[in-house]
């Protein structure tokens, strides 16, 4: 039988995962609710989360206050501050009034769930990716 070349393994250099190129950007990924997938850059000194037109991240539900919750990026660390919602804003599933965020937090406000990733993490690019696929017609 003689080698054609198709049975032989390609040698290939593999990179370290901390040597992969990241977003520099932190953001949250819905993970549970009407938009899933979707993600949002945290890149601006603060944002509103809430029922109202004028949030910035809308979540149109009755469980969730106008004004709900802020997000406010220092460029130091980034904080989740509760402002007076009924419901009450939690992280990891614990009632917080404010928090620096940490990589791989879960925010919850009213029945929406969001991921926070930092800007270094690498399934930040994942979760660009896959929002990206499911939005763009491949076809167009």
Do not use: W
């Amino acid at each position: 039988m003689t080698d054609t070349g198709r049975n032989k393994t390609v040698v290939t250099a593999i990179s370290k995962i901390s040597e992969r190129p990241v977003s520099k950007e932190a953001c949250l990924v819905v993970i549970y609710g009407l938009e899933l997938g979707k993600k949002f850059n945290l890149s601006r000194p603060q944002i509103i989360i809430g029922r109202s037109s004028k949030a910035d991240i809308q979540i149109d539900q009755e469980a969730v206050s106008r004004n709900h919750c802020k997000i406010i990026n220092t460029g130091n660390a980034i904080l989740l501050r509760d402002v007076g919602s009924t419901n009450g804003t939690y992280i990891n599933d614990e009632m917080i009034d404010e928090y620096v965020l940490r990589d791989g937090d879960f925010i919850k406000v009213g029945r929406c769930i969001f991921k926070f990733l930092s800007g270094n993490n690498i399934e930040n690019a994942y979760h660009e990716e896959i929002y990206r696929l499911t939005t763009v017609d491949g076809l167009t």
